[in-house]
Antibody, heavy 123, light 111 residues
């Protein structure tokens, strides 16, 4: 059974930093392409970014609102995905979900989801 | 404002069929067969129910079906059941630079 467990959320001041972790199990993490998706309180879903597997170079891509401030990385030895968030803004307040991508000949984010971790950016 | 437009709410009675629309542009929905749909019950994580416009992951009921015409994708739920009541989100690939965009979500009420 695929399990994704996020951690690291909390309250941070504007301009601050936070690192989220996502512990993965139940599948071959090394081969997985992974995404982060967020949801502001009472709002809809927003794709944050994605990382390919190391086999495909571990390439990352980001949504425009977070590009240059957020960094996605992965540690195969720990089966863990990370989201480093810097220069946080109040509009980054959201539940952050770790997801696996569904891969066929193309890729779709959000195949499996964690339970999410809440990040609150407030002074 | 979300990149893809969905109705804020839809409703139907048990046993009926409903359709949720998801309108984009020729840069996203209309240009790629990469539309997906997610169901989210209150307080829960979303669940993928349709990918690549029409495909269902294993374990998803065949009462859920997807389609696309031009710049509009649709999710149809047939034989409505009480447990279908949830929020539904569409998502489309929008090309390199923008990548993935979601709709604002539709709240389904089963009367």
């Amino acid at each position: 059974e695929v399990q994704l467990v996020e951690s690291g959320g909390g309250l941070v001041k504007p301009g601050g930093s936070l690192r989220l972790s996502c512990a993965a199990s139940g599948f071959t993490f090394t081969n997985a392409w992974m995404s982060w998706v967020r949801q502001a309180p009472g709002k809809g879903l927003e794709w944050v970014g994605h990382i390919k597997s190391k086999t495909y170079g571990g390439t990352t891509i980001y949504a425009a609102p977070v590009k240059g401030r957020f960094t996605i990385s992965r540690d195969e030895s720990k089966n863990t995905l990370y989201l480093q968030m810097d220069s946080l803004k109040t509009e980054d307040t959201a539940v952050y979900y770790c997801t696996t991508d569904r891969r066929t000949t193309v890729t779709t984010p959000g195949d499996n989801w964690g339970q999410g971790t809440l990040v609150t950016v407030s002074s | 404002q979300s990149a893809l437009t969905q109705p804020a709410s839809v409703s139907g009675s048990p046993g009926q069929s409903i359709t949720i629309s998801c309108t984009g542009t020729s840069s996203d929905v209309g240009n790629y067969n990469l539309v997906s749909w997610y169901q989210q019950h209150p307080g829960k994580a979303p669940k993928l129910i349709i990918y690549e416009v029409t495909k269902r992951p294993s374990g998803v009921s065949d009462r859920f079906s997807g389609s696309k015409s031009g710049n509009t994708a649709s999710l149809t739920i047939s034989g409505l059941q009480a447990e279908d009541e949830a929020d539904f989100y569409c998502c489309s690939y929008a090309g390199s630079g923008t990548y993935w965009v979601f709709g604002g979500g539709t709240k389904l009420t089963v009367l």
